[in-house]
């Protein structure tokens, strides 16, 4: 049997958001997909998140991205200011979710938000 290495990364503060997901952005080609559980409405309130949110999807969507995002209910308001994106589906539901997740290629990231 063939184990693949596996390895863990810790990134702290809107810096460390900066970084992973600037990396999601360096390794997703072209009509690639990238799925996520989204963040939540403290997180998505708070405007320094929200403003690089709307420019990493801005910038994905350039790129061709396709992003499929599963988002709380209580987001739905703000998620107005997304909803113009290509390459863009998000849909809601009411089933919590403790930390944001991403998903491309083999990766997965888990987001604790204070």
Avoid: C
């Amino acid at each position: 049997m063939h184990i693949e290495k596996q390895e863990a990364r810790v990134y702290t503060g809107i810096e460390g958001v900066k970084t992973i997901y600037n990396e999601i952005l360096e390794e997703v080609e072209n009509g690639e997909e990238y799925l996520a559980f989204g963040i939540g409405k403290m997180e998505i309130q708070r405007e320094e998140i929200s403003s690089f949110f709307k420019k990493f999807h801005v910038r994905r969507a350039n790129k061709k991205i396709k992003a499929r995002i599963i988002m709380q209910p209580e987001t739905k308001k703000e998620m107005v200011n997304f909803s113009e994106l290509k390459y863009y589906q998000y849909r809601f539901t009411d089933v919590k979710i403790p930390t944001n997740i991403a998903i491309w290629k083999d990766n997965v990231l888990h987001s604790v938000w204070e």
